[in-house]
């Protein structure tokens, strides 16, 4: 989607606490959620560490003990949502890449989740962590749905199965770049539909250019 993290059980969540009780997931989804609810009302500037812990009936040092700042916490926050991401088995390549695209357009749709990315993509550019966290909560976590859909596909005939691991990583992280970018562009910032249509004519594209794809 690493500085600034403790160790978790996985890249990007939560920082776990060295002593004390163990950690609650209840309590963890709950500050997640105010941490949500709070970027809608509140806006991505007003929000405060302070109104997310009385929004999740909490202490706000139960919050410090998770997330060193607002910075991560708001990353953690929208993480949970591209996590739900899935890459649906709708039968070939195209199909499948239509309905992610379209899926995490409606993703990006959301107040909370367009808030919060624009929020930390906007303070990350002076802040080297936070594009850390970033990459590790959201874009390395995300990756996932390339390699299945390329795997799938590979399995189905419809892409060559790659025979050096270098290349494959390399070309993973390409389509990725191609589409998230293509996706957030156009939804956030030329604040166009992310429609069927749309998604086809882009699918089309992108699926052409995974056979010139060097290997």
Not at 69 to 88: I, S
Request: glycine letters at 6%.
């Amino acid at each position: 989607m690493v500085a600034g993290m403790s160790s978790s059980t996985h890249p990007g969540a939560p920082r776990t606490s060295r002593t004390g009780r163990p950690r609650s997931a209840e309590t963890d989804s709950a500050i997640l959620e105010a941490t949500r609810a709070s970027l809608v009302e509140l806006g991505w500037s007003k929000l405060t560490m302070g109104d997310v812990a009385t929004r999740a009936g909490v202490a706000k040092t139960t919050l410090y003990r998770r997330w060193a700042n607002k910075n991560e916490l708001v990353v953690d926050a929208v993480a949970v949502l591209f996590d739900e991401l899935e890459l649906a088995d709708r039968g070939s390549l195209v199909a499948d890449v239509e309905g992610v695209v379209l899926q995490f357009a409606e993703l990006l749709g959301q107040p909370e989740t367009k808030t919060a990315l624009m929020g930390v993509v906007a303070e990350s550019t002076c802040d080297e962590a936070l594009r850390a966290r970033i990459r590790s909560a959201i874009v390395e976590r995300q990756k996932r749905l390339v390699v299945e859909g390329r795997e799938r596909a590979q399995a189905r005939g419809e892409l060559p199965y790659e025979a050096d691991p270098e290349a494959e990583a390399r070309n993973t992280d390409l389509i990725f770049d191609v589409v998230a970018g293509a996706v957030v562009h156009r939804a956030l910032v030329s604040a166009q539909p992310v429609d069927a249509e749309w998604a086809r004519r882009f699918t089309s594209l992108l699926v052409s250019g995974l056979a010139a794809l060097p290997r």
